[in-house]
């Protein structure tokens, strides 16, 4: 007995001391990039355009493509994954045809980003000649974090007690009415999480973008989906890389990443609130 109380201590300290390390370093990343944007991140900075000189450089257009970007993203990504996941779970019958696309995209949910930004460029950038517009880069990272939302919401839609899908049938309602009524608002919370997790990830990837052929240059501010574009990430990497000749830049993607995080801190917010809502309701 008291060797089985020992271990557990000792596996309890270890997984604390695991925390407080992830934790530890977390802070310091925090703190080293918070330090380097004091006296960068202002209202020039944010409302200005980019510029060759570091003094005047602001992010106006990267924080307008990387709105775009998410405004093309967030529809098609929860259009096409709850759909899928509404079909794979209430319509496809189970069989190999379904163990077969099911198994597909959990492997395409480990996909490296970098494959999806090759394939983007395939498609959309050279097939379709969408180029490198804000349609185009929409569109590629739709497909990086669709299988997330897929899984997510599949999960949430099995767990939705069987009774409540027979009580409707037993009321009379048809199969589209008791998923429309009562399964999808049950696994809303579990659905909108998925959705959390994949935007987050597509407002912070940076190799698809690269592929794509992204650039960090200096443009007008978009404001349209067929317009070029570039985002927050993509800036971040330019100016990190560029910080190697010009020791400014490493200020200025500093200040950068705190408006990123500041985006995904509000982005999240906003659906965590959407998902309480519907969770204390059903």
Known sequence: MKYRILKNKLIKNIFLLSTLFSLFVLGILIYRVAVDSIGWLDWQFLTSKLSMSADRAGIKGVIAGTLWLM?????????????TAIYLEEYAKRGKFQAFIQMNISN????????????????????????????AGG????????????VASQEAIR??????????????????????NIVLPAALPGILTG??????????????????????????VPDHIMDDFTALPMQIYYWTVDSVLTAEYA?????????LLLVLFVMNSIAIIIRNKFQKRY
Do not use: D, H
Not at 119 to 133: A, D, E, H, W
Not at 251 to 259: E, S
């Open 71 to 83: 405004a093309v993203v967030a529809p098609i990504t929860m259009f096409l994954g709850i759909g």
């Open 108 to 135: 395409l949910a480990g996909v490296p980003s970098v494959i999806f930004g090759l394939l983007g460029l395939t498609v959309f950038g050279r097939m379709f000649n969408l180029g490198s517009s804000i349609l």
């Open 139 to 150: 569109l590629t990272m739709s497909l990086l974090v669709l299988p997330i939302v897929v």
């Open 159 to 180: 767990a939705v007690p069987g009774f409540l899908r027979e009580a409707s049938y037993g009321m009379g309602a048809t199969k589209w009415q008791t998923t429309k």
């Open 195 to 220: 959705v959390i997790l994949a935007l987050s990830r597509a407002i912070g990837e940076t190799a698809p973008l690269v592929v794509l052929g992204i650039p960090a240059l200096i443009m007008p």
């Open 251 to 259: 200020n200025l993607a500093a200040a950068t990443i705190v408006v």
